[in-house]
């Protein structure tokens, strides 16, 4: 299969370009550099050279608080941008796989969320990715992976970042990171995620909206307790609450995610304690 995969240099799209390559995939990857994706011109250009039989689309305005300042940059990346990938996928008949976010929800259950709960987006950001999924799901045979608190790297992928990398360097040097004890995650490891992506475009899983988390939840604290017990080093922790950090954008406090529907389509997603011993490894 000629899969493009777009935001290829990102910590998930590096993923999943070796994934599928590793899988015997044909993988044409795509940067920033090689073209703009909220340009619907040059989107179409570059897909009509490739011929693509799927669009991965990796590629993502994240700056949860820059989006508060930036809401036209956000909404051309994560939301136009789509719609140009998705026509584009339409013309080829090809699939197209989008990645969304949990902060389309509020965070106001207190049961993870399924794909039938309603969004109810608190930021800028939020808004722009639910937008993205909109767009996306206008396109026969799409599917849109909401994923959450990235952590990993693949084997030639960028170095970790994001929440996870920061505590994990910190506990390793000694220090005391700040960890949230009152918001609930699903983190998702993006080998995983990377994974399931390859075998969603292998199989004749319906396509539609799919949340593609580690199975169960759990908080920031536990999370980095865990992390911090694998990696064999003191859990010097800093408690903190969402309502003692300041800012720009709301954060949903309970985000935990179902991927019932996924693994009932035949997708098991491992636990995040399997994914975060995997993650440690690695970095050992």
């Known amino acids: 299969m000629r899969i493009a995969v777009v935001g290829a240099r990102g910590q998930l799209g590096a993923a999943i370009a070796e994934e599928c390559a590793a899988a015997a995939h044909e993988i044409v990857t795509f ?9 619907d011109t040059a989107v ?14 990796g590629s993502a305005y994240t700056n949860v608080d820059g989006a508060e300042d930036a809401p036209v940059t956000a909404l051309n990346v994560n939301a136009l941008a789509v ?16 990645f969304s976010t949990d902060f389309v929800f509020d965070g106001t259950a207190s049961a993870p969320y399924t794909e039938q709960d309603r969004a109810n987006p608190r930021s800028v950001y939020a808004t722009s990715k639910l937008l993205g999924e909109w767009f996306a799901l206008e396109t026969p045979g799409a599917y849109v992976l909401r994923v959450e608190s990235l952590f990993g790297r693949a084997a030639a992928g960028p170095e970790p970042k994001g929440s996870v990398a920061g505590i994990h360097q910190a506990l390793m040097a000694g220090q005391s990171p700040p960890v ?3 918001r609930t995650i699903s983190p998702t490891y993006v080998i995983d995620a990377a994974r399931a992506t390859r075998k969603l475009l292998e199989s004749s899983v319906p396509p539609g909206l799919y949340h593609c988390v580690n199975s169960g939840s759990c908080t920031w604290l536990e999370f980095a307790q865990e992390l911090a017990r694998l990696a064999g ?14 800012l720009r954008a709301a954060r949903p406090l309970y985000c935990a995610l179902s991927n019932a529907k996924l693994r009932d389509a035949g997708i098991e997603m491992p636990s995040w304690q399997d994914a975060l011993a995997r993650y440690v490894k690695s970095r050992a």
């Open 44 to 57: 179409a250009a570059v897909m009509a050279r490739v011929r693509p039989e799927a669009i991965v689309n």
């Open 83 to 98: 719609r140009a990938l998705a026509r584009a996928a339409e013309t080829h008949a090809a699939t197209l796989v989008h």
């Open 233 to 246: 080093v003191e859990p010097r922790l800093t408690p903190v609450r969402l309502s003692d950090v300041p």
């Open 180 to 182: 949230f004890v009152d």
């Open 31 to 39: 940067t920033r550099a090689d073209f703009d994706t909220t340009d």
